[in-house]
């Protein structure tokens, strides 16, 4: 489902216009009239060189599929699907572990908590008496703030910055968001953080188009009528079943309805209006599993030495997160840079895949530079 049957297109002064057809972005470059690019997340677009023949705009929708742990976002005209994507949220990594994923939001918050806890304890001085020991004052009850988690907040922001990107190449007019439910209050407290966070999500979102609630029960008709299809065994699996066809669907609403009618020999409900599914570049979005610059690592080496641990300097002239290439025995790999080795034997550079998987370790004398670190690792 990568084939592309429209094209964002921005005017000389860099303003959106209507996507076109590749047939036509093929004859302005090679006519000397647009130049090709590719935005940050992955997208293909062409910027004109001259002055276009005209500056209308049509609906273009953006449809919100949002789940736990990924989300499916989807651009949709009347007449054509222009991009979608799969966005693994960095807040709640899927893992088989029974513990935290030390590389999502909630697993780093956790072990910097520990590790709190532990130089904490070992400034206190346990022979004295207690009222003398260095205890710090008690917090009484200043931790009731109206903020997001930040494994929430985290997943709203990749969502935001895919539609912040897309906006600059797109006209958008309206984002179509699925209510995720759990808007009521619990046991005299507040609503649930998830539900903080999607009221968070689209007061930002409000300031790139209008904001259009969809209800999660309406969805399953929508695709149905669609003729698209849902994967409901596998959240994880990267495919536009999962989450993007959802999204397809929530943006259709804009253009169909499943309305009423009442003549004098019958009455029921019927489809009104068109809207039509093409093929349509499909991008995994992920983010690095990046570790912040740490005092040192947990355990000690030989010596009683205290390695050094996160941080996204190498002495290489490349950071983590850097997308290269690698040309190895007429082969061409491409990852990004998550790390690296500097000993008196060994000099390498890892790279990995957008799953954060690596590929291997590589001589920095044979990697190239292609784009600076975005925070984003992008798959189409």
């Given at each position: 489902m990568n084939q592309v049957t429209r094209v964002p297109v921005l005017s000389l002064n860099g303003n959106p216009l209507m996507p076109t057809t590749p047939a036509r972005v093929k004859k302005w470059i090679k006519a000397g009239k647009a130049v090709g690019k590719r935005n940050k997340v992955g997208v293909f677009y062409v910027q004109l060189l001259c002055e276009p023949s005209g500056y209308e705009t049509q609906e273009i929708v953006v449809g919100t599929d949002r789940g736990k742990a990924f989300t499916g976002i989807a651009f949709q005209t009347k007449l054509a699907t222009i991009a979608l994507f799969h966005a693994c949220l960095p807040g709640f990594y899927k893992s088989k572990k029974i513990s935290k994923d030390r590389q999502s939001v909630t697993g780093k918050m956790a072990k910097r908590a520990e590790l709190r806890h532990i130089r904490r304890g070992q400034r206190i001085n346990r022979k004295v008496p207690f009222n003398?020991?260095?205890?710090?004052?008690?917090?009484?009850?200043?931790?009731?703030?109206?903020?997001?988690?930040?494994?929430?907040?985290?997943?709203?922001?990749?969502?935001?910055?895919?539609?912040?990107?897309?906006?600059?190449?797109?006209?958008?007019?309206?984002?179509?968001?699925?209510?995720?439910?759990?808007?009521?209050?619990?046991?005299?407290?507040?609503?649930?953080?998830?539900?903080?966070?999607?009221?968070?999500?689209?007061?930002?979102?409000?300031?790139?188009?209008?904001?259009?609630?969809?209800?999660?029960?309406?969805?399953?008709?929508?695709?149905?009528?669609?003729?698209?299809?849902?994967?409901?065994?596998?959240?994880?699996?990267?495919?536009?079943?999962?989450?993007?066809?959802?999204?397809?669907?929530?943006?259709?609403?804009?253009?169909?309805?499943?309305?009423?009618?009442?003549?004098?020999?019958?009455?029921?409900?019927?489809?009104?209006?068109?809207?039509?599914?093409?093929?349509?570049?499909?991008?995994?979005?992920?983010?690095?599993?990046?570790?912040?610059?740490?005092?040192?690592?947990?355990?000690?080496?030989?010596?009683?030495?205290?390695?050094?641990?996160?941080?996204?300097?190498?002495?290489?002239?490349?950071?983590?997160?850097?997308?290269?290439?690698?040309?190895?025995?007429?082969?061409?790999?491409?990852g990004w840079v998550g790390g690296f080795t500097n000993s008196g034997k060994t000099k390498n550079i890892s790279v990995y895949d957008h799953n954060w998987l690596r590929t291997g370790q590589f001589n920095p004398h044979s990697v190239k530079l292609i784009q600076r670190s975005s925070r984003l690792c992008v798959a189409i």
């Open positions: 003398l020991r260095n205890h710090r004052q008690k917090r009484f009850s200043n931790r009731r703030q109206n903020k997001l988690p930040p494994s929430v907040r985290a997943n709203r922001e990749m969502e935001l910055r895919i539609l912040t990107e897309m906006s600059k190449i797109l006209p958008l007019t309206e984002i179509r968001d699925e209510s995720c439910g759990g808007n009521y209050k619990k046991n005299g407290f507040g609503i649930s953080p998830v539900t903080v966070g999607q009221e968070w999500f689209r007061l930002q979102a409000s300031k790139i188009a209008v904001v259009v609630e969809i209800d999660s029960l309406d969805t399953g008709k929508y695709r149905d009528h669609l003729g698209l299809v849902k994967n409901k065994k596998d959240k994880s699996e990267q495919s536009a079943e999962t989450h993007a066809n959802d999204a397809i669907a929530l943006a259709s609403t804009a253009f169909i309805e499943y309305k009423k009618f009442h003549t004098a020999s019958s009455h029921g409900h019927h489809w009104i209006g068109e809207c039509k599914v093409t093929k349509a570049p499909f991008i995994v979005v992920t983010r690095p599993k990046l570790f912040r610059r740490k005092l040192h690592q947990e355990n000690y080496l030989k010596g009683g030495v205290l390695k050094r641990q996160g941080g996204t300097i190498t002495p290489f002239c490349f950071r983590s997160g850097d997308y290269v290439q690698i040309q190895k025995k007429g082969e061409v790999i491409r």
